[in-house]
Nanobody
C-alpha cells in the first residue's frame, strides 16, 4: 500500500504564489511518474502537470510559464510551484503517483487534495 500526503494549499491573492508538496510513502519499488490535477467547483478534474521518472515534464497550456513541477526523488516528493495565480485557478489540487510496488504491481494512487483559493 502507498500513501500520499499533500500540503501547501491556502489562500493567496491574485498574482501571488504557492508551492504544493506531495510525499509518497509505503511499499514503493519505483515511482514511474507523478502528476498534479485540480478540480474546481462544478468542473471536471483536469491534469495540470506531469513529471516522469527521467525528469521529463509536461504542462497544461493554461499554466505553461507560470507553474513548475519538480521532484526530490530521494524523498519521494513532488512539488508544484505556482506563480501568477489567477482567481479561476481556485480549486482542490490533487497529486497522483504511478507506483510499481514492492510486489511489482503497478497502480496509481491519489492524494487527499489540498485547497487553493485565489482571491483578493
Amino acid at each position: 500500500q502507498v500513501h500520499l500526503v499533500e500540503s501547501g494549499g491556502g489562500l493567496v491573492q491574485p498574482g501571488g504564489s504557492l508551492r504544493l508538496s506531495c510525499v509518497a510513502s509505503g511499499s514503493i519499488f519505483r515511482i514511474n511518474n507523478m502528476k498534479w490535477y485540480r478540480q474546481a467547483p462544478g468542473k471536471e478534474r483536469e491534469l495540470v502537470a506531469t513529471v516522469t521518472s527521467i525528469g521529463s515534464t509536461n504542462y497544461a497550456d493554461s499554466v505553461k510559464g507560470r507553474f513548475t513541477i519538480s521532484t526530490n526523488n530521494a524523498k519521494n516528493t513532488v512539488y508544484l510551484q505556482m506563480n501568477s495565480l489567477r482567481p479561476e485557478e481556485t480549486a482542490v489540487y490533487y497529486c497522483n503517483v504511478l507506483v510499481t510496488s514492492s510486489d511489482y504491481t503497478l497502480k496509481a494512487y491519489w492524494g487527499q487534495g489540498t485547497q487553493v483559493t485565489v482571491s483578493s
